[in-house]
């Protein structure tokens, strides 16, 4: 029942932030893993409770298949099933099919079409099997889903028979009469009025199948995901995801993994009608088509491997703080009329850092320490899910005094995509300064180092340092 | 009476509502938006009595703002009180230990909380 305060202020700092979500590793964040962690760098953010997906760096090949016959072959180098690309272009069954089709895509060919051939793929034998298919149980939901996919495309005409979808959307046998007719026109845009998940009047059959196969498909998935979270097949992590929020329909940016869009449009497709319904989280669809990588594969470089790294749980980026962020701190600053400075001791003497800089203070906790660190490098803590990095300010500044006292807080800042810690013995209070009372000019020696010290705060009779975060950032991914 | 009483809260509703019923007492109020706040105050206004703190604020929260309250000299023996909806034991111990004198939980009565701060000055 009694909790230490070094307990209770480390499990607060282990609890997510609400409104997380999955991001990647910053640029800061990537140097300080490949400066001082290296090799171990997956295994160090474990230890400290963060769990990181290692992307794939190049599109593996697909496992060898049983026989030559079980094996579909694409006619011509591109691959685009009829009515793909109809759909909407965010729709999760468009990414499930096109992460599909490329895996096919990518499969060996034993015969290529010529070039200038209709884009559809043609299986040799009545039995398809896509690549690493096989590998998934038989008796899984997703391996009936996917033959039943493979095998709407088989059923499906070549694409130019298809009419397009959109205002003039119809059945083919009604493409004869279709055109000008009102009745028709107005039964369309009626249908085309409701909502996005729902298949259109115009689809030809086998589209609407490889709607339905696509949507059962990611059902299926989602199910197979559950399954998978409980220890079925053991190649995929389980992915802890929050619920996020419905967010408006938007272009997906390329930085963002296929991953988070897909949650992206699972928390809009909650919204969908009621016959629809909703999706468990963590889709690993995309992950179905993809076979696991050859024993001969060249291993990825130290560098690379660091480089593709992604957190499994990130952090809400505060929009002010990272437009503060990125700008440089002096100039900022500079520009104020009036300052607020955080003031704290090392030592019997004060030093202050602006409060822009700062995230919060928090009650010091022991950190992972890092092998073959410097000494002012204290370690790495999990805060909310981001790596954070500690430093011990006064190693930093070379300051020789006695500890005043043992107990230590942590000054918690973010400078360019990189959180960090620096570690301070306590916090004094926070000054309200005018421009004139800084000088930024720092001619005389302070007897510190004055590298990291960006100007001197004039407080009543004395001086007091202001520490510049930015330099302090550069000093521990550049030394 | 004239107490010099600091309130810190991030929600602004809780500050006014505390500070209204301790002017009402005839105590002088200052209020402070989190721990950061708070620790301005204790250094930019007149000297402060007492401290009602609550524990889940931004920037700098209530249990660091009191062990940091305590390691300043001039309010190492400040009468602390805390005010806060979260009333698990574990939190109250931590309170208690960091140097809280007294605990409340919300939603607390208002004649309970001038009953406990009379009988915080009445320590002193």
Redo the contacts between chains.
Sequence with gaps: ?????EE??RE?SLVPSPTEKSGSFSEAELAFMRKYMGLDATEMLHRIGIETLQEEAAPSPPAPLKTEEETFTPKSGKIVPPGLEQLAPTTEARQVMTKFVESLQSSPSPQTGPAGEEDVFVPKSGKIVPPGLEQLAPTTEARQVMTKFVEALQASPAPSSLPPIGEEAAEPELQAERPGTPPEREKDAQLQSEAAEETEPGLSKAAQALVEAASALTEAASAWAGAAEKGAPPRLPAEEIPPAPPVAPEPAPPSIPPAERIRKEEAKAAEAPPEKPAPAPAPVSPRLAAPPPPASAPLPSEADRISSLRPLTGQEEDLHAEMSEDRDLESIMRAEAELQM?GFYLGAQEFTVP?IA??????YQEPAKLPASPEFVAGVINLRGKMTPLVYLRDMLEIRQERK?D?R?IIVCRRRGLQFGLIIE???????VPQKDIDWGIEAHLGINVDLISGLLKLDDSLVAIVSVDRVVDYVLEK | MNEHILIVDDSRTVRNLVAFIMKKEGYKVTMAED???G??K???ADKIDLIISDVNM????G??FI??VR??EAYKDVPIMVLSTEGR???I??GM??GANLYMVKPAQPEKMVKNIKMLFGEK
């Excluded at chain 1, 700062?358 to 009650?363: A, D, H, M, S, T």
């Design positions: 029942m009694n909790k230490s305060p209770y202020f607060q955080v409060i700062v995230q919060e203070v928090i009650r006292t107990d807080f306590r916090v004094h209070t926070m000054y309200r | 721990g950061l706040d620790l301005e204790l250094f930019s931004p920037r700098m929260d249990f660091t062990k940091n390691e300043q034991p574990s939190d111990s931590t230990q960091l």
